[in-house]
């Protein structure tokens, strides 16, 4: 496990775009350029935002992006993304990849850690469930592939409880 470097975008493209190639995790229509993977980088190293890789032998097989809302009301959140290659699923590297997130979540004194995941990724529901992470919500329909449509499932884990309201 180590943090993204701006020289590591062509191998993370290249994980992403293998598994955006299975069409069962991702929603967009496949992963960014190369070159805007990098400015991602390079920016996450300026900004409350990070990137951590997961390596076995040398090969990229996860990463975890964490990235702090911007706007005041909403800087106590990060949102994470979390994937991992086909072959090295169930093996511990999603697990290792958001107690990272974690770790660094509470150094930054981030209050809640937020995903969307879809309702058919059940093995990452079943990841984010046993780290501690609770529906918040589910988008009905939201995602389209193909003829048919898949909910999103909006999954929260709160670092700090929440305050009751006023």
Not at 36 to 44: G, N
Not at 48 to 59: Q, Y
Not at 69 to 79: F, I, P, S
């Amino acid at each position: 496990m180590r943090l993204a470097r701006r020289a590591d975008a062509r191998a993370w493209h290249a994980l992403q775009q293998a598994i955006y190639d299975e069409g069962k995790a991702f929603v967009g229509d496949g992963p960014a350029s190369e070159r805007a993977l990098a400015d991602r980088l390079q920016f996450a190293a300026r900004h409350s935002a990070t990137v951590w890789l997961a390596e076995r032998s040398g090969e990229l097989v996860g990463w975890c992006e964490a990235a702090r809302l911007g706007a005041a009301r909403l800087e106590h959140v990060a949102m994470l993304t979390v994937a991992v290659a086909e072959h090295s699923r169930r093996r511990g590297v999603g697990s290792a990849l958001l107690a990272e997130a974690e770790r660094w979540a509470r150094e930054q004194r981030v209050r809640k850690l937020s995903l969307h995941v879809r309702a058919g990724n059940e093995a990452a529901l079943a990841l984010y469930r046993r780290a501690g992470f609770v529906v918040e919500g589910v988008e009905r329909g939201h995602v389209r592939d193909g003829a048919s449509f898949e909910d999103n499932v909006v999954m929260a884990k709160h670092l700090v409880a929440p305050e009751a309201p006023a």
